[in-house]
C-alpha cells in the first residue's frame, strides 16, 4: 500500500499534440507547460510569470486558449493541444508569423508565441476583428518589448491579407 507522503506515480497520458498522437508518463499534477517542453521539445510556449498573468505559455486544447503553466498535464488527457509550432506548414510561416514578423510585432519574443496563437484563436472566434476587438483579443498576454502596437498592427495587417485574400 502506497503510504501517503510517497510522490503519486507517474500516470500514462495520451493526446494529440500538432495532429500528432502522443503517449507520455508523467505525474498528474505536472505541469502542461513543462511536459511540453521538456519532454516534447516543444520550447515555444514560454514561461514568463508562471502565474497565469502574462500568457507567454498559452497553448490551444480543443481550441480554447490556456495558460499551461496552470494545467496539469493529467487535465490534457484526450485532447487536442496546439502549440505555436503547430501553426506553420512545413517551412511555410503562417500569415500572423509573417505580419509579426514584418510589423516590428516580435522583439525578444518571450511573449510572441503566445501573442500569436491569442491572435489565431481570435481570428477564429472572430475573422475581421476591429482594432478594439483584437486589443480585448490579446488583454491576457503581456508584452514588455513593444509597446503594444505593432502587435496590434501585425493581428490587424493580417486581417487585411486574409479579406484581400
Ligand atoms: S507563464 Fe503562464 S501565464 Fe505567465
Ligand atoms: S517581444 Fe519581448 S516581451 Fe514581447
New binding site residues.
Given amino acids: 500500500m502506497r503510504n501517503s507522503r510517497e510522490s503519486p506515480a507517474k500516470v500514462e497520458i495520451s493526446f494529440t499534440v500538432n495532429g500528432e498522437p502522443k503517449k507520455i508518463h508523467a505525474y498528474p499534477m505536472e505541469r502542461l507547460?513543462d511536459m511540453l517542453r521538456r519532454d516534447l521539445g516543444l520550447t515555444g510556449a514560454?514561461?514568463?510569470?508562471?502565474?497565469?498573468?502574462?500568457?507567454?505559455?498559452?497553448v490551444l486544447i480543443d481550441g480554447a486558449l490556456v495558460?499551461?503553466?496552470?494545467v496539469p498535464v493529467l487535465q490534457a488527457a484526450g485532447t487536442n493541444i496546439v502549440t505555436i509550432e503547430g501553426l506553420a506548414s512545413g517551412r511555410d510561416l503562417h500569415i500572423l508569423q509573417n505580419t509579426f514578423l514584418e510589423c516590428g510585432g516580435a522583439q525578444c519574443g518571450i511573449c510572441t508565441p503566445g501573442m500569436i496563437l491569442a491572435a489565431f484563436h481570435l481570428l477564429h472566434e472572430r475573422p475581421e476583428p476591429t482594432i478594439e476587438e483584437i486589443r480585448e483579443g490579446l488583454s491576457g498576454n503581456l508584452c514588455r518589448c513593444t509597446g503594444y502596437s505593432q502587435i496590434l498592427e501585425a493581428v490587424a495587417e493580417a486581417v487585411r491579407r486574409r479579406t484581400i485574400a
Avoid at 495558460?67 to 496552470?70: A, D, F, G, Q
Fill in positions: 507547460l514560454k514561461e514568463g510569470c508562471g502565474e497565469g498573468e502574462c500568457g507567454s505559455c498559452s495558460n499551461s503553466c496552470l
